[in-house]
């Protein structure tokens, strides 16, 4: 199986429609590790993990994002292992807090 590490920075109307619950909803679906957050400039961040194939299509799903929101640009580059420890321990994926 050939795994996949990225971590994506999402900007628009990202905030306070639901795209942290979206984003949660459908990585868990596709069984991928990772998180997502708020940031304080108003764009959400994400990592994902898992196969290739999979995750790429999870970047694609951001790229649409829920009906409420407005996805102007994804920021999508390669991460290392070492971020998948900034989720809660004992989750496969967690809604961190907003920094």
């Keep these: 199986m050939n795994d996949a590490i990225r971590?994506?920075?999402i900007r628009g109307r990202v905030q306070g429609v639901g795209?942290?619950?979206f984003v949660e909803?459908?990585?868990t679906a596709r069984d991928l590790e990772g998180w997502v957050r708020n940031r304080r400039d108003g764009s959400v961040e994400a990592l994902f993990t898992g196969p290739a194939a999979v995750v790429t299509d999870?970047?694609?799903a951001c790229r649409r994002g829920p009906s409420s929101a407005r996805v102007d640009a994804v920021q999508d580059e390669a991460a290392g292992p070492d971020l998948l420890?900034?989720?809660r321990a004992g989750d496969r994926f967690s809604v961190l807090p907003t920094i």
Excluded: G, K, S
């Design 58 to 60: 999870m970047i694609a």
């Design 19 to 21: 795209y942290r619950a």
């Design 85 to 87: 420890n900034l989720r």
């Design 25 to 27: 909803d459908e990585a």
């Design 7 to 9: 971590h994506v920075t």
